[in-house]
């Protein structure tokens, strides 16, 4: 728990209640260097990728890399363990091993992923994204953050160059197998440790209703065009969809102008949906988007609705879930709602993740919470996985 209260100061949002830490801005570039201390303290040699990503060499790189790490980013308001758990668990992993004379026998690397969470640009895991090809990186470099900066900008600040970004086979060839090391975010767990066996296919849409701006007070009813009247049937249409097992949340809602005695003149609502497959997603959010559509009419409204982003199921590499929980002694297997970086690797290299009790289930939100007996297990866990992999 040493490395959490070390960055426990970093990032606080006193506003929001938890954290705020995004890609590139000040507070994660604090703990970027923060990271980057803590790993040559350990005799790790640190090397950003040409995507932002940072790599921490435990003797020289290499192909066949077994490489652990996760993200250092949160969502707003975010809690202490969704990411931060997964780094300092692997800079600790690597001193129980250096503890115990262990010297890798295999290239062995410890990464920090950008922008994991999509808290200031809107695409989760924009960094492995980057990395293995899943998003187009001209893309990237013109998403925006809420005060319209670009990444590309917030890249170019943080001393990385846009224009060379995008797949790195360099950097994934040299990645043999990567274990994750993770908070729980449900109340899957009931036990210290446990590895995830898939994660939910997963999409992000933003829709715009587009309506006319006018008075409070001096329009009548009967004569407005809304654009807040078909959002909110648009939140009411998502709870309704999500049946069975599917999710469906609108998290973020922005009125423009935004002002109490101001009818909008548009509204932009994300939704973020996501089910056990493909099929099932694109049901649940047809679903949604035929009623937000009906909604826009009703109200004499125009809709736009773009996808920005998406992934399918992901299922993990079975064979290194079984010999990872071989050499745990046998450990329960979970489904993830929460997508990772691990889920973007997954579809190039052999990849696990290792999951860390949550008592209460709550994560994205400050009350998110691990016990540091837990937290020791999942580092103890870490550290017997990459001992076998890397030995
Ligand atoms: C990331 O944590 C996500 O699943 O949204
Ligand atoms: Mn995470
Ligand atoms: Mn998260």
């Not at 199921?313 to 071989?326: H, I, K």
């Not at 290792?354 to 870490?382: K, M, Q, Y």
Request: proline share 5%.
């Amino acid at each position: 728990m040493t490395d959490l209260v070390d960055i426990a100061d970093v990032g606080r949002d006193p506003r929001r209640g938890g954290y705020s830490r995004h890609g590139f801005d000040r507070v994660e570039l604090e703990l970027r260097e923060w990271f980057t201390e803590q790993a040559r303290r350990r005799g790790l040699d640190v090397r950003p990728d040409r995507n932002g990503n940072l790599w921490a060499w435990w003797g020289a790189p290499g192909p066949d890399a077994v490489v652990t790490g996760s993200h250092l980013d949160s969502v707003p308001g975010g809690g202490a363990f969704d990411g931060p758990l997964g780094v300092v668990s692997a800079l600790q992993a690597v001193d129980l091993l250096q503890a115990k004379g262990f010297r890798p026998a295999k290239p062995f690397a410890v990464v920090v992923f950008v922008e994991e969470e999509g808290g200031r640009f809107g695409v989760a895991c924009l960094g492995s994204r980057l990395l293995t090809g899943a998003i187009d990186p001209a893309r990237a470099a013109a998403l925006t953050d809420p005060d319209g900066v670009t990444f590309g900008e917030a890249a170019r600040a943080a001393g990385f160059d846009p224009a060379r970004m995008g797949r790195d086979d360099e950097a994934l060839a040299t990645i043999g197998r990567f274990v994750e090391l993770h908070v729980e975010q449900g109340r899957g767990l009931t036990v210290p440790v446990g590895l995830a066996a898939s994660i939910l296919a997963h999409g992000r849409w933003r829709y715009t209703f587009t309506g006319e701006g006018n008075h409070a007070g001096a329009t009548l009813v009967e004569d407005r065009r809304d654009p807040m009247l078909p959002a909110s049937r648009l939140v009411l249409a998502a709870r309704r969809a999500a049946t069975g097992g599917a999710r469906a949340t609108v998290g973020r809602l922005v009125p423009n102008p935004g002002g109490t005695n101001v009818i909008a003149s548009s509204v932009d609502v994300w939704l973020d949906a996501r089910a056990e497959d493909d099929a099932r997603t694109r049901e649940v959010v047809a679903l949604i988007t035929e009623e937000a559509e009906r909604a826009a009419a009703d109200e004499g409204c125009a809709l736009r609705v773009t996808e920005e982003s998406y992934g399918d199921t992901v299922w993990f590499d079975q064979a290194l879930a079984a010999e990872v929980s071989d050499v745990l002694g046998g450990v329960p297997s979970l489904p993830s709602g929460a997508g990772h970086d691990a889920g973007i690797l997954a579809a190039h290299v052999p990849t696990a993740m290792l999951f860390v009790r949550n008592p209460t289930g709550i994560s994205h939100a400050p009350e998110e919470f691990a016990e540091a007996e837990d937290c020791a297990a999942g580092v103890v866990a870490l550290a017997t996985a990459l001992e076998r992999l890397a030995g």
